[in-house]
């Protein structure tokens, strides 16, 4: 069934997220990213800025999944702690990286923000860094947990720095059909359909449209002509109950 499937969680760190006042678009670009990447992500959380559980969660996923991709926490402010907690988890004192100190001492401020930026070149000891061709700091992985910005547009041109550099399975495609029927009309031909192809997630995504009911249906797999056949069992069960396939595509 084609090479091994390579997993990844993203850790979205910050109370600000988790109060509302900032809202995570992070996890749509990396998902989509590396799904075109062959790397299919398992789990997302979004955890606080508290020292202890940042430690535990990153102890966990990091033997869980083959990468890990965290976002915030890297700033310049006392709260700004990820880099800290990732060093505690890995067993490993915080150092100064020179490269990151240089790029950010070469724009000039006063003192007291000059210090407050070198707090960004702060990382595990033994890290390797992840370019940022915004011009800012850089982020930095250590094993298999790549830490990045929070900021959209740094941790987006951060990302973009990894491609074909990270392992990677089969890119995951898609075929997806809207009928207008609600999801108990087609439910029991859609469980025959998913029985008979194992291997293939088909999600059924109901919505209210127009003044009517309808139900999205999504296959994601990795072999394109099991794909084919499955869209066609589909199309066929919602023939059969009376419908009509519509907005038919391949992905």
């Not at 923000?113 to 250590?142: E, K, Y």
């Not at 008979?196 to 797999?221: C, K, N, Q, W």
Request: charged share 20%; proline share 5%; with cysteine.
């Amino acid at each position: 069934m084609g090479s091994r499937t390579v997993t990844a969680c993203v850790l979205i760190i910050g109370n600000e997220i988790l109060s509302g006042r900032t809202q995570d678009i992070n996890l749509n670009h990396i998902a989509l990213t590396l799904g075109a990447w062959g790397i299919r992500i398992r789990e997302a959380r979004v955890i606080p800025d508290i020292e202890s559980t940042i430690i535990n969660t990153l102890n966990e996923v990091r033997r869980t999944f083959d990468y890990v991709f965290t976002t915030g926490g890297i700033g310049p402010t006392h709260d700004d702690i990820t880099a800290d907690c990732i060093a505690a988890a890995f067993g490993v004192p915080i150092v100064v990286n020179a490269d990151i100190a240089a790029r950010i001492t070469s724009r000039p401020a006063p003192e007291d923000i000059m210090t407050s930026r070198l707090r960004m070149a702060r990382v595990p000891q033994g890290s390797t860094l992840i370019d940022n061709p915004t011009g800012g700091p850089q982020g930095f992985c250590i094993e298999n947990v790549y830490v990045m910005a929070g900021i959209p547009m740094v941790m987006q041109a951060m990302l973009s720095t990894l491609e074909g550099k990270l392992e990677h399975g089969d890119v995951v495609r898609s075929r997806s059909v809207t009928v207008y029927v609600g999801e108990s009309q087609i439910a029991a031909h859609l469980t025959d359909i998913q029985q008979a192809y194992p291997h293939i997630d088909l999600g059924s995504y109901p919505f209210f449209r127009d003044e009517r009911y309808g139900t999205s249906l999504v296959m994601r797999g990795t072999v394109e002509s099991e794909l084919d056949e499955m869209l066609q069992r589909v199309i066929a069960a919602i023939v059969e109950v009376g419908s009509t396939p519509e907005n038919i595509s391949r992905g």
